[in-house]
Structures are given as structure tokens and as C-alpha cells.
């Protein structure tokens, strides 16, 4: 069992922790989170939140704990400013990762997820904000990590949020002229027909606009002349 | 070789050049790996020493468009990849041939989804698909060995004397009029104009210069 305090700190041949653990799904208590090496406690940053919690207020306006991992709500006019003092104050100084959630539900449809990892404690936070349909708006955090440029770019793309200040915001994989956003709840699955094209059938043909063509009876033309299958001969 | 005639160990054989053309041709495809996914790493199975594509002579995987005759598209292709593939497609010499590898390749897969086409047969012409998640090199095997039997029953000389425009102007010779000697497999449909060729050969026998009314 590798000790709580130490994260690193691992023996492969013991079979204590060769043991398979379920993650636990309910609030775990404080007798249970030394149980699972799985759900480490890196995530677990009390004194960080305490700090921001002294810092910014109400703008921190819950703290979720789910599988032994802290997640804090912060009001999203206030994200920037939040990740500049984890950044300065706290050294989180490696932005992971940032995505968006839609929840498709009727207020705060959309969420913002940042997560922030803490080389020098060895320690990760979660920061998450509720967006509403009605504003699309987020303060970009650009300018603070500037690895979030792409993850803001991709998160426009496949949700829409419209990330202020940020310096470059084009799509990150769809094309420009895509109208919807695809991850979206409402987006089709396959997409809608006609939106992306596909290349032409011929090699100065027009491009073809239908994906299903070769299910509607669109054959390609082979550059050779093909023998006639001759039934009987099987 | 198989089915040549005449040898009599004078030390030459004759065939049909479209026999020979198709032999030469179809022991020599020159894949070209269209790998985007998981099943490339079968066709570099494939290619390897192990299943030992070399043995179909089509071990020369060709990444230059221009000197591959057989495309394996292997993995699911993307709408911004198709616009590549048939770009590379378009710059590969005719004639050319064309595998899809695999079930994404085929029909999209697994990934039932927005940005993935629901198979490369709507913007290419597939000749072969193989089944699978990955295919077993085995697969790809046969599917080579289907191309090749299908080369060996194209027309692609003989269509110039036999079906094609040129027939009308072209003399009908005895030994032109018999059926595919010298190919190397009997053709799945001897169809039915060849039929009537070497029919009109055999009843105008004594006067060779007649043109053929195909």
C-alpha cells in the first residue's frame, strides 16, 4: 500500500496493490480514501481551495467531491482571474486539459472544465464553470496558460462557447465554413447530409454532397473495363 | 507457363499477349498502403516476412502515387482525409485497383459519426472489401488473390480486336479467333461475341481477310 503522503511511492510485488478496487461512486469518508490506490489523493487540495475560498469569496460557489477528487465551481466571469492566482500565487503552472460539457439541461446547459496540475506539489485541481445557453460567453484563460489556446479552440468548435480575448479563435478540426457544432446534444449522430462534402466521384467532377451516395446507387468509374460475373462459374 | 502451346522444345512458346500482359501484370501489383488506422498495422503484417506478400510479387509497397497500381485504403477515413485519398487516387496510373480494407474502410464501422465516412465506396471504386476488425493478414492475402484473379479476366489487349472499336477493322486470324489460348485461368464469361468471332473464323476459314462483323 503506498503511503497517502507520498504519491510516488509504489511496490508493484505487493499484492495489496495488485488488488482491484471499484472506485467508489458515493462521498467517500476519511477512513476510506487511504482504501483505494487508485483514487490517490493528488486531487486533493483543501488548503488550495481554502485559500481561493479566503481569496475570491463567493466567486467560488461549491466544491463537488466525487471518486475522492475535488471539483470547484467558480463563477465564470471570475475564471480568469481565478487561474491567474493559482498560477502566481499557488504555482499550478501546468494546464492539463480544458473541454466543455453539455448537460442539455434547461439553465447552465454547458460546462467549462480546467484542469490544473501543480508540478512543484505534485498536486492537480479542477476548476469547472457553468455557462448558460443565452451567453455563450468565457473569459479565455490565454493569457494566463497559453496552452489553453488550442483546448478553447476545440471547445468552440464542438460546443460554440465564445471564449473572450482569446487571440485566435478559429475552429480547431472542423471547417470554417462548418455551421453547427458538432458535440452539441442535438447534433445527429452521422452528422447532417450534405454539410461536410466529400470529394468528387470523378477527378474534375463536381464534389459529391450526399455521404450515402454509394447507398443511393452512385458507382465510381474503374479505369478498366470489368469482366461480367459470370453466376454459374461459382 | 501454363497453356502455351507449340514449345515443342524449339526453345520459344507463343501465347496471347493479353494472357501475358495480364500475368506479367497481375504478379507485380504495387500496393499503395493508404494506412490511417489500426488496420495498417496487419497490412505491414501482411507485407512482412511472415505472411510474405512477396510471394504474389506485390511486396514493393509503392508510397508514391505515380508508381502504385493498388490502393488498400486500411482504417476509417475521415471527410478531410477523403479529399486526400482521392487526390492520390486521381494521381495513381490507370489502370488501377482498389481495396477496401476493413470494416471501417468498408462501411464506416464502429465509428457511426459525423466526421467519419460511412465507406470509402462513396467517393472511390472499390473492387474488394474485407471484413473484419482488424482483418487477418489472411484476409488481405485473399483479397490480393481476388484482384489478381480478376486481372487475369480482364480484356485489355484483346479488347482492341476482339470488343472493342478496332474490331471492325481487324482481320480475323485462326489463331486469334481460338479461345483465350495461353491464359493462364479460363476467363468466368467467354461471352458471346468472342462466341460468334471464332465461329465466323471457323466458317470463313479459307478467306482471312474478311473483316470480323462482331
Redesign the interface.
Known amino acids: 500500500m503506498s503511503k497517502p503522503d507520498n504519491p510516488r511511492a509504489s511496490n508493484p510485488k505487493d499484492p495489496e496493490e495488485l488488488r482491484f478496487h471499484y472506485t467508489p461512486t458515493h462521498t467517500s469518508g476519511p477512513e476510506e480514501e487511504t482504501d483505494n490506490p487508485h483514487a490517490k489523493d493528488t486531487t486533493r487540495v483543501p488548503d488550495v481551495i481554502e485559500a481561493l475560498r479566503e481569496e475570491f469569496g463567493d466567486v467560488v460557489l461549491s466544491l463537488d467531491r466525487y471518486a475522492n477528487e475535488d471539483t470547484v465551481y467558480v463563477r465564470k466571469e471570475r475564471i480568469r482571474d481565478v487561474c491567474r492566482y493559482l498560477r502566481e500565487e499557488e504555482n499550478f503552472d501546468y494546464f492539463v486539459d480544458l473541454g466543455g460539457i453539455d448537460r442539455f439541461t434547461d439553465e447552465d446547459r454547458y460546462e467549462v472544465f480546467y484542469n490544473i496540475v501543480s508540478t512543484e506539489r505534485q498536486k492537480r485541481i479542477r476548476l469547472k464553470v457553468r455557462v448558460d445557453e443565452t451567453d455563450m460567453r468565457v473569459p479565455s484563460v490565454e493569457p494566463v496558460y497559453r496552452a489553453a489556446n488550442w483546448n478553447e479552440r476545440e471547445a468552440y468548435d464542438m460546443f460554440g462557447f465564445d471564449f473572450v480575448d482569446h487571440p485566435d479563435p478559429r475552429r480547431m478540426y472542423m471547417p470554417e465554413d462548418f455551421e453547427y457544432h458538432p458535440l452539441r446534444k442535438e447534433f445527429p449522430q452521422l452528422g447532417v447530409p450534405g454539410s461536410l462534402p466529400l470529394p468528387p466521384q470523378t477527378p474534375d467532377g463536381e464534389l459529391t454532397m450526399d455521404p450515402f451516395a454509394a447507398a443511393r446507387g452512385s458507382q465510381p468509374v474503374k479505369s478498366y473495363e470489368e469482366p461480367p460475373v459470370d453466376q454459374d462459374s461459382e | 507457363m501454363a497453356g502455351s502451346n507449340g514449345s515443342n522444345g524449339q526453345g520459344f512458346f507463343t501465347t496471347r499477349v493479353d494472357a501475358i500482359l495480364n500475368w506479367a501484370r497481375s504478379n507485380s501489383l504495387m500496393p499503395m498502403p493508404m494506412g490511417l488506422a489500426c488496420c495498417a498495422i496487419e497490412m505491414m503484417g501482411f507485407a512482412g516476412p511472415k505472411y510474405d506478400s512477396a510471394r504474389f510479387g506485390s511486396e514493393a509497397m509503392r508510397f508514391s502515387p505515380r508508381q502504385a497500381d493498388l490502393m488498400i485504403v486500411a482504417g476509417w477515413c475521415s ?2 482525409m ?2 486526400a ?3 492520390v487516387w ?1 494521381q495513381m496510373g ?3 485497383w482498389c481495396i477496401a480494407m476493413g470494416a471501417c474502410a468498408s462501411t464506416g464501422g464502429m465509428h ?4 467519419v ?3 470509402v ?5 472499390v ?1 474488394v472489401y474485407i471484413s473484419g476488425c482488424p482483418p487477418r493478414p489472411e484476409s488481405v492475402l485473399h483479397a490480393l488473390m481476388d484482384i489478381q484473379e ?1 486481372i487475369r ?4 489487349v484483346v ?1 482492341d480486336y476482339a470488343h472493342g472499336e478496332a474490331a471492325s477493322r481487324t482481320p480475323v486470324l485462326p489463331e486469334n479467333s481460338d479461345r483465350f489460348p495461353g491464359q493462364l485461368e479460363k ?3 467467354p ?1 458471346a461475341t468472342l462466341e460468334t468471332v471464332s465461329a465466323t473464323a471457323r466458317d470463313e476459314d479459307d478467306d482471312p481477310a474478311e473483316p470480323a462483323v462482331a
Not at chain 2, 457511426?112 to 466526421?115: A, D, I, L, M, Q
Open positions: 471527410y478531410k477523403s479529399h485519398i482521392r487526390r486521381d490507370d489502370p488501377k457511426r459519426c459525423y466526421g465516412v460511412q465507406g465506396d462513396n467517393f472511390l471504386p473492387d480478376k479476366n480482364e480484356y485489355s479488347k476467363p468466368k464469361t461471352d
